[in-house]
């Protein structure tokens, strides 16, 4: 595999990385101590050690694929102007990934932070990948 290719590999898996990994370190929210909880949308039931599994390795993979990204461009190989199409999409990512945590959160009654994310999230996200395709639009031209 050339230089280019790593680098392209190490930013769309970092971008793809990032969702679960937030999704993991944000961790379950649902309400503790209560026998009937009411969900705006029922999250995906997934056994704890696979779980573990997945949020670690995506993890291990930001951590990674940020590593090489970070060498790369230190060492000039990639053009810094880049950075402003793969770091809206991570942060993106980030929003979706908790955003999930909290729309999938068991609660007693109505799940107003679910509500907010939805409200304020969506949008932001849609912003987010706006902006990073006008810039890879942008770069792609030069």
């Known amino acids: 595999m050339d230089e280019r290719a790593r680098h392209v590999t190490a930013a769309a898996t970092l971008v793809l990385a990032t969702p679960v990994s937030v999704w993991w370190a944000v961790g379950d929210v649902s309400s503790k101590g209560f026998d009937d909880l009411d969900y705006m949308v029922r999250p995906i039931e997934l056994p704890p050690v696979v779980e573990a599994v997945v949020g670690g390795l995506a993890v291990v993979l930001v951590v990674v694929c940020a590593a090489v990204l970070g060498h790369a461009l230190y060492r000039g190989r990639v053009r810094r102007e880049w950075s402003a199409t793969v770091l809206p999409l991570c ?12 729309v999938t959160g068991g609660g007693i009654g109505a799940n107003i932070g679910g509500g907010l994310v939805v ?12 902006a990073a395709a006008a810039n890879a639009w942008v770069e792609s031209r030069r």
């Open 119 to 130: 409200l304020f999230g969506g949008p932001l996200v849609v912003a987010l990948i706006v």
């Open 91 to 102: 942060a993106a990512g980030a929003v979706v990934g908790a955003g999930w945590r909290v």
